[in-house]
Every structure is written in C-alpha cells, then in structure tokens.
C-alpha cells in the first residue's frame, strides 16, 4: 500500500511500549498499543492513516516497521517525554491477564488533532481510547461513510456516560463479552446486544476469544468461530488487529451493507489469528495480503461457510 495519497480509513488508539510476560516467555520494551495492531492489520487492505501519540524515546525501528507496512504517519504526535508504558502477565492458560503497570507519559495530555487529508476519511475506527478524545476525532471527519468503536472495561467504569453519546454517534460497536455485560448489566449476550443496539449503533461486534465472534444488528446475529490455532505467543492486541482488519477488508470492499461486514468479520478475524502467533507485530511485519486469503478459504471451508 502506497501512503502517498490520502487515507481510506483513519485509526485513533494508543501506542505503546509493553513489556509482557507469558508462562513461556518475557518479553521487554515491545511495540505494542491499539492503534499500532489496529493499522498494521488495516495496511493489508487499504491506505492506513495513524492518529496517535508518542514520546521523543520512541524507537525509530518502530516507526520504521509501520512505514515498511505503508502505514501514513502524518497523524502521529511525538511529544517531549517518555512514550506510553504498559506491562501485563498472562496465567497459565493465557486466559487470564493481570496489568502489572500502566504508565501514561505522553498519552495523558493527547489531544488527537487530524492532518487535513484524514479529515474526509470514509472510513474511521475509534479505537480504545478515552470517549472525549474518540468524540473529539469523530468531529473533526467530515462525513465518514462508516465509523467503527472499540472501548474497554476502565472508560465503562469511569466515563460511561461520555461513552454512551459517543457510541450513539457511530455505526458499529465491537467489544468483548464480558465488557459487553459491564457496559448492560445484562446476563446474556443477545439482550445485552439488544441494549447497545438501543444506544445508537446498526452493529454490536461482540469478541468471544476462543469462542468466536457474534455481529448482531436488526436483522439478526451471525457469527464466527475462531480459526484453531495449535500454537499461539501473544494474545495481545488481538482485539485491536480484529477490528483493524475488519475495518481495512470493509474500506476495501466499498460496501457498508450487513454482508460486506459479515464478510470483513471474517477477514478481521484471520488477521488476528496471524497476529498472536508471536509477540507484537512480528507476525503481521512478515505477513502478505496472499497468506491472508489463503487461510480465509481455508477457514469458510473448513466452516462450510458463505
Ligand atoms: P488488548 O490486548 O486489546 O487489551 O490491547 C493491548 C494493548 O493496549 C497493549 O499493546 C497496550 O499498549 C494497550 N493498552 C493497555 N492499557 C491501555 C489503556 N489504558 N489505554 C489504551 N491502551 C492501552
């Protein structure tokens, strides 16, 4: 992908150096952060437009790695002071994941301000982030044909209300199960699906890890199991790149209709299946556009899918 011309779609989330901590492997100082596995996995699909922040301790083989993927850089913010730090460890099943350290440096005081040619964007992903600063990006596109919004347990806990108008403004909500029943208060998925529906999106990508995925709108739910993986490093940031890689297959396609998501979903997630086969972007930094579809016919085969 070229990054030339003006994006297709414009990505908002953090960037972060983590260092993480699997029962096999510890792994410090990584590239990490929504917005880097979100456009990574975008850049196999269209022109890929990053908005975030960093500090001046940023590696440059980071920023290097991102141009590689012809990701456009002109959103990125670097700020005097350290880079955003995150640091977690996963339990023994890779279930479970506990923060060790969450440290904001720079990414406390982001203000996302668009480059002019991001700003007719068609299509956007607000990826986790604070919900005044998604709303805060929202505004500055003009008239974005779709816009997608993943958010996380903390900003359900403490900014719920500035979420809920946030939400009510977007075309899709993604999340995971058990943020979906924090956010609803409900048991089962489909009334909590039923109740964001409510708030304002046609979608609710509801994440169910191993799982699969469900995508409910009005006219039902569909969903997907997850592709087997026998061997898997790093789940992080696999929500991110799902939702990247639906976002880029979706910009992609031109179509906004509930088909063309079904079909992104899919994409999205094959995408993310790649990324946890090891840590941080190493697995989509060696990944092409041709493994991508491959393991996506393989996956509706296999699923005697559409
Ligand atoms: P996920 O696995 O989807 O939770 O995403 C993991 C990524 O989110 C990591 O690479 C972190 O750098 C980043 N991250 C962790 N905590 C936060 C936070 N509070 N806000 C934004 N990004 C975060």
Same mark, same amino acid.
């Given at each position: 992908m070229k990054s030339s011309r003006a994006p297709d779609l414009v990505i908002v989330g953090s960037v972060g150096i983590d260092t =993480?901590?699997?029962?096999?492997? *510890?792994?410090?100082? =990584?590239?990490?952060?929504?917005?880097s596995y979100a456009c990574a996995a975008a850049s196999f699909f269209v022109r890929t437009g990053l908005v975030g922040v960093v500090g001046t301790d940023f590696p440059v083989e980071h920023r290097a790695l991102w141009e590689r993927l012809g990701i456009n850089l002109d959103g990125l913010q670097t700020e005097e002071g350290k880079t955003f730090r995150w640091s977690g460890v996963?339990?023994?099943n890779m279930d479970n994941r506990r923060t060790l350290l969450t440290e904001l440096n720079v990414f406390e005081n982001f203000s996302p301000e668009l480059p002019e040619a991001y700003c007719d964007a068609p299509y956007l992903f607000?990826? @986790? =982030?604070?919900?005044?600063?998604?709303?805060?990006?929202?505004?500055?596109?003009?008239?974005? *044909?779709?816009?997608? =919004?993943?958010?996380?347990?903390?900003? $359900? @806990?403490?900014?719920?209300?500035?979420l809920v108008r946030v939400v009510g403004k977007c075309d899709m909500l993604t999340l995971n199960e058990s943020e979906a029943r924090l956010f609803t208060g409900a048991d089962s998925l489909d009334e909590a699906a039923e109740i964001l529906l409510a708030m304002g999106p046609r979608f609710v990508l509801i994440k169910k890890g191993e799982s699969g995925s469900m995508l409910v709108s009005t006219k039902g739910s569909f969903s997907i199991p997850a592709?087997?993986?026998?061997?898997?490093?790093d789940p992080t940031g696999a929500g991110d790149t799902f939702a990247g890689g639906l976002m880029g297959a979706l910009?992609?396609?031109?179509? $906004?209709?509930?088909?063309? $998501?079904?079909?992104?979903?899919?994409?999205?997630?094959?995408?993310?299946?790649?990324?946890?086969?090891?840590?941080?972007?190493d697995r989509l930094a060696a990944l092409d556009r041709a493994q991508i579809d491959a393991r996506v016919e393989e996956f509706k085969t296999a699923s005697g899918g559409e």
């Open positions: =993480i901590e699997t029962p096999r492997e *510890k792994r410090v100082e =990584i590239l990490g952060g929504s917005v996963y339990e023994e607000l990826g @986790n =982030i604070a919900p005044a600063l998604q709303l805060h990006v929202l505004e500055q596109v003009h008239s974005p *044909k779709f816009v997608l =919004i993943d958010t996380m347990d903390l900003w $359900i @806990n403490i900014a719920r209300d500035e592709y087997k993986l026998d061997d898997f490093k910009a992609e396609s031109g179509q $906004i209709d509930e088909a063309a $998501i079904r079909r992104a979903m899919v994409y999205g997630s094959i995408t993310a299946a790649f990324g946890v086969e090891e840590f941080s972007l």
